[in-house]
Nanobody
Framework: QVQLVESGGGLVQPGGSLTLSCATS????????MAWYRQVPGKQREFVAR???????AYADSVNGRFTISRDWIKRTIYLQMNSLEPEDTAVYYC???????WGQGTQVTVSS
């Protein structure tokens, strides 16, 4: 069974940085595609970034060049490094195992002065 636990959210000022972590169990990194999504109340959950089994990555246009998704095979963890944060990045961020459609519980990120 796949379990995903996000952490690292919080309050940060515009222009600041934050790193989210997704601790995994049951995920097979060399076969499962992993991603980060985010959701604002009243809006649909939107794609942020993904990392494929090959290590290839893809990003939403709105975060490309500012966010970086990565994985640590030993720690079994997916990361989302977020730089140059903007108020529009405020959302609940979710870790997703695309291959098996598992979701974490989410972690709140608030960008505000």
């Amino acid at each position: 069974q796949v379990q995903l636990v996000e952490s690292g959210g919080g309050l940060v000022q515009p222009g600041g940085s934050l790193t989210l972590s997704c601790a995994t169990s049951g995920v097979v990194f060399n076969t499962d595609m992993m991603a980060w999504y985010r959701q604002v109340p009243g809006k649909q959950r939107e794609f942020v970034a993904r990392i494929e089994p090959s290590g290839a990555t893809a990003y939403a246009d709105s975060v490309n060049g500012r966010f970086t998704i990565s994985r640590d095979w030993i720690k079994r963890t997916i990361y989302l490094q977020m730089n140059s944060l903007e108020p529009e990045d405020t959302a609940v961020y979710y870790c997703n195992d695309i291959t098996w459609s598992y979701w974490g519980q989410g972690t709140q990120v608030t960008v505000s002065s």
